[in-house]
């Protein structure tokens, strides 16, 4: 087996839990809408995992769902309960589970986000696509890096575009 | 690791991408969005890529209250200037940039700036999922073959 080949062997099997690195934003089903896009905004991220008191996995509302959801000449889902515009029960995958399940759930179902739950559907997380090729970039070092250097890029700190 | 680096060329489907004016407003650039099931939109200037717009702009602008989506020119609250690369550039070198950039889509040019598609981050998820699938790595499910619901992931 190629060292190219062990890397991605080890890179497939690590647990998803490993790789994540920032604190999901996490609301309650009865949260105004308004303020779960305040949220969202303010903390530059995509997703937020809806939970109930327990922090079990209700569901998850994401860029996706401002998108296709809430309607564009009706400003009355600002003040609406974010459980009337998420996805209910989501897909999603256990913390010990790997990365090569993951992107295979990711793929199949079109996702960017999984969230990521222990054995009682307790949300723990949540991976997003960016935490998967941070991973695969800062393991193929010679692959990604040996790169024409483009003077343009720099680090946003924002997800999107 | 040849069979990650492929040229993103390989992973355009060859259909146009979708494309606005910078004049055209913010609701009828959603509603595009929403009807050509796209989680992103070129705005081109002259036939040249000037700008993007994706569902996370759609975040940002749905949060504010200020302005009405129907009264807002596309080109006051799109991303100008997008990074774009070239259909013979190779894959890896896109995934490095969609890492530091925070890139969900970018913008596939000619040597012109004239767009030939957008390489979505779903494609790069494709790629390695397939490469881990090909190794035996992971869980592997067939696909019934389905259209994707493409808007650029969950």
Redesign the interface.
Known sequence: MSNADQIFVEISQTPVSKIVRRKPIEVFENTCVQDVLDALNREHRGVALVVDQECRLLGIFTERDVLLRLPLTDSGWREAPVCDFMTHDPHSIRTNETIGLALNRMQEGAFRHLPIVDEEERAIGVLSVRDILDYVVDHFPSEFLNLPPSPNLETTGEWGG | ?RE??KKIRAFLDGKPPVTAAMSDTV?SV??K??DEHV??VLILDSEKVKG?F???????F??G?DAA??DVAISSVM?RD??CLSADD?I??A???????????IPIVDADGRPQGVLR??K???H??E???E?G?????P?DGSE???????
């Open positions: 690791m990650i680096q609701a959603i509603n969005m929403r989680g992103c993007i994706t569902d996370r702009d759609v975040l940002k749905m949060a209250k989506a129907e991303t997008p990074e190779y890896t070198y995934i490095n940039m969609m890492s530091v950039g925070g890139f969900r889509n981050v779903r790069v998820v494709e390695l999922s490469l881990v699938s190794k790595l992971g869980e592997h499910s696909t994707w619901f493409d808007v650029g992931g969950g």
